[in-house]
């Protein structure tokens, strides 16, 4: 069974990035953390116009770490465009990735694959997580 945290997060994750690709064809890094008292709150990473994905995953990498060392959150996720090789197939495929970990020592990347289609049109696989080592809550 899921974290009620992170079901909450990716309600709020998954609908804005699919927006996103819709409208844009792909989004910059993004997240959303749950605070002490049990608020969501979002989060960019615009450090400047031309930043690379990575330097934002980098910046709210750290911005989560800080908030996660004074006590400010209990869980914190990070969304970005990337690839992934769903289960049991052989080839990458664009996916919504989503790092996600609480203060209660769980921590995954859930992710949602997708495929553009023609006229716009993005259809999405399974949505499935791997556990993956913490970064956030250290």
């Not at 909450?8 to 844009?24: G, M």
């Not at 004074?70 to 664009?94: M, V």
């Amino acid at each position: 069974m899921a974290h009620p945290d992170f079901d909450e997060l990716l309600n709020v994750l998954i609908p804005f990035a699919q927006q996103q690709l819709q409208k844009h064809g792909g989004f910059f890094p993004f997240g959303a953390t749950v605070t002490s008292a049990g608020e969501v709150v979002c989060n960019a990473g615009y450090e400047k116009e031309s930043a690379e994905a990575e330097e934002l995953i980098d910046l709210l990498t750290e911005a989560f770490r800080r908030e996660a060392a004074a006590g400010n959150i209990r869980t914190a996720a990070l969304c970005y465009d990337g690839r992934t090789l769903p289960l049991g197939k052989s080839k990458k495929t664009d996916a919504i990735c989503i790092r996600m970990e609480n203060r209660e020592d769980r921590s995954s990347t859930v992710f949602l694959p997708y495929r553009k289609g023609w006229f716009g049109r993005i259809s999405y696989g399974e949505l499935f997580a791997v556990a993956r080592e913490r970064q956030f809550f250290l």
